[in-house]
């Protein structure tokens, strides 16, 4: 059974930071680009951050570039997106989805493209 499961949230001060894990069951990792997509109540879905099979290609919104990094474990067959200098706008409910087909183009960090999805973890940056 082909299974994500998201862990590392809660509640942070701003400025604080976050390690969010995605572990992986019933599938290797690394056969996949992977995402970690965003949703705050009352707005779309959007992706945060995604990295390729192989790692070569990476994507991060705008707005986190610089305090956010994902990377991969593939001895643990688990990834992270560290989250450092959090803000508010920050909160939301965070999901990590796989894509096993092959990304190319510019626009490819986006959840249409991802087919296999966990079941998300809140984060919250507040004072």
């Known amino acids: 059974q082909v299974q994500l499961v998201e862990s590392g949230g809660g509640l942070v001060q701003p400025g604080g930071s976050l390690r969010l894990s995605c572990a992986a069951s019933?599938?290797?990792?690394?056969?996949?680009?992977i995402g970690w997509f965003r949703q705050a109540p009352g707005k779309e879905r959007e992706g945060v951050s995604c990295?390729?099979?192989?790692?070569?290609?990476?994507y991060y919104l705008d707005s986190v570039k610089g305090r956010f990094t994902i990377s991969r474990d593939n001895a643990k067959n688990t990834v992270y997106l560290q989250m450092n200098s959090l803000k508010p706008e920050d909160t939301a409910v965070y999901y990590c989805?796989?894509?096993?087909?092959?990304?190319?183009?510019?626009?490819?960090?986006?959840?249409?493209?991802?087919?296999?999805w966990g079941q998300g973890t809140q984060v919250t940056v507040s004072s």
């Open positions: 990295i390729s099979r192989s790692d070569s290609r990476t």
């Open positions: 019933g599938f290797t990792l690394d056969s996949y680009a």
């Open positions: 989805a796989t894509n096993r087909l092959p990304v190319i183009g510019s626009s490819w960090c986006r959840a249409p493209y991802f087919q296999s």
